[in-house]
């Protein structure tokens, strides 16, 4: 599943004032699921510690329950494409939305630690499509003057669900008084945390059946005729309609469809260039940044902070990572892509280095040293903070331009399998290493911060200003 990337044809490409608030639901709407995917990535944060306790249970079997949810993603991600080539975009949206759903039920009332892992996989599987349905979606139905900034819609969705499922995990356990495992509502406070998901889900359910159809999927199964009401509904009634159709007819005819084995050759199984994508999607991950966002209330409370006010310190953390998202969007195009990398691995660098030293103290009365305790708290802050205005943003955005026309999609495919494969990689081993070291581990992260300076100056070239045609 591809999108058009020709340039307009001439001004009347721009939708009208009138269709524009239109234009701007539809592309909320199908951030919805970008909300999702950010919320169901995040919400488990509050739930780690009960779900230990629940279960009693070590960290590499916790570690799994955790992370076995990026399974999902990785199957949900490499199917989504097909199955909405097959039944549609919004098809695609509305089994995403049952199958959150279905997880949200399910998690919140599971029987055993095998049916909640269970659960995981299935939410896993929705955050996977959403990740890949949502940007497609948009940038078929935006009009073309309009497609970046609409097409931002799904990573400022997918920040803002994460901060609002630390916001809500906040107050489930402020209202079970500060005990994860404190009864609410007939369950325990960790269960409502996992449950309420479903507000959301349904909610993403019920706007797919107001936004309508991509007109590329539409042409693609023949019914033309809906495809110029959509048309004409999003970019508005002065546009040459046999035009746009014949342009979208063409733009399919004419694609190549990259396959994996476009992308052998080289000295090392891969071309070069698919090496260097898989290597800014390794180094994404390899910082260390899902740990903020699947165990940074574990992580305060290991170091001695009460469960409430590292409920309320995972939530400063989200809102940190949204404001270091808005300086990215803004950012990303005036100085380019390669210096806001750069300018985030230093930072980072930095953030993990203080992290790694405050850590490497022992705990007094349970509790990290007063200076030390302040040193990490607004290091990690700083740390997401210059994620967020960089590689959070920047990666995606290098992968979406980086390779050439004849193999972009298999490309990003192979690139964003092993960002989801990294991601499980760290997610999984966090918790053995917090346990046998916290400070050695954040000495790891730091490396990989440090060592994507190098990597970025030697393997990155800019893409800013550059045709994707350019690309070779």
Not at 104 to 128: E, K
Not at 176 to 192: F, I, N, P
Request: charge should be neutral; proline fraction near 3%; aromatic fraction near 12%.
């Amino acid at each position: 599943m591809t999108s058009t990337t020709q340039p307009p044809a001439s001004g009347a490409r721009t939708a009208h004032p009138e269709h524009l608030a239109h234009v701007v639901f539809i592309a909320a709407a199908a951030a919805m699921g970008g909300f999702l995917f950010g919320y169901d990535s995040a919400v488990i944060n509050g739930a780690v510690e009960a779900i230990r306790g629940r279960y009693d249970i070590g960290s590499a079997a916790l570690a799994q329950v955790i992370a076995i949810a990026l399974i999902g993603c990785a199957i949900g991600a490499a199917t989504a494409g097909r199955i909405a080539d097959r039944i549609g975009r919004i098809r695609c949206m509305q089994i995403a939305s049952v199958l959150f759903t279905i997880s949200a039920v399910g998690s919140a009332l599971p029987f055993a630690l095998w049916d909640l892992a269970f659960w995981r996989i299935i939410g896993g599987f929705a955050i996977g499509m959403a990740s890949v349905i949502g940007p497609a979606y948009i940038a078929e139905v935006a009009p073309a003057a309009y497609r970046g900034r609409l097409g931002s819609f799904q990573q400022a969705a997918i920040v803002i669900g994460i901060a609002i499922s630390q916001l809500v995990n906040w107050g489930i356990l402020n209202a079970a008084g500060g005990d994860q495992r404190g009864e609410l509502m007939g369950l325990e406070a960790w269960q409502v945390m996992l449950g309420v998901m479903v507000i959301p889900a349904v909610l993403y359910g019920l706007l797919s059946f107001a936004i309508p159809e991509s007109p590329r999927f539409l042409i693609s199964a023949g019914r033309d005729a809906r495809a110029r009401e959509v048309l004409k509904e999003v970019e508005g009634e002065h546009i040459d309609l046999d035009a746009r159709v014949a342009e979208i007819e063409h733009a399919m005819k004419s694609e190549h469809k990259s396959s994996f084995k476009d992308l052998l050759g080289g000295s090392f199984f891969f071309k070069p260039i698919v090496w260097v994508g898989i290597g800014l999607s390794v180094f994404q991950q390899f910082v260390g940044i899902n740990v903020a966002f699947y165990y940074s209330s574990t992580l305060w409370q290991s170091v001695g902070v009460d469960p409430s006010q590292s409920f309320f310190y995972s939530f400063t953390t989200s809102i940190i990572n949204i404001v270091g998202t808005v300086i990215a969007m803004i950012f990303v195009d005036r100085i380019g892509r390669r210096p806001l990398a750069l300018i985030g691995s230093v930072g980072m660098a930095v953030g993990l280095a203080l992290e790694a030293w405050a850590f490497s103290y022992d705990l007094v009365d349970g509790k990290l040293p007063a200076t030390q305790g302040w040193v990490a708290l607004v290091a990690a802050h700083v740390f997401v903070l210059f994620f967020a205005l960089s590689w959070g943003v920047v990666v995606w955005v290098f992968l979406g331009e980086m390779f050439p026309n004849r193999i972009r999609a298999a490309a990003l495919g192979v690139a964003a399998s092993a960002q989801w494969i990294a991601n499980w990689a760290i997610t999984a081993s966090f918790p053995s290493l917090a346990d046998w070291n916290l400070s050695a581990t954040y000495v790891i992260y730091t490396i990989f911060a440090a060592l994507s300076i190098p990597f970025v100056l030697k393997y990155v070239k800019e893409t800013k200003g550059k045709a994707l045609e350019e690309m070779g």
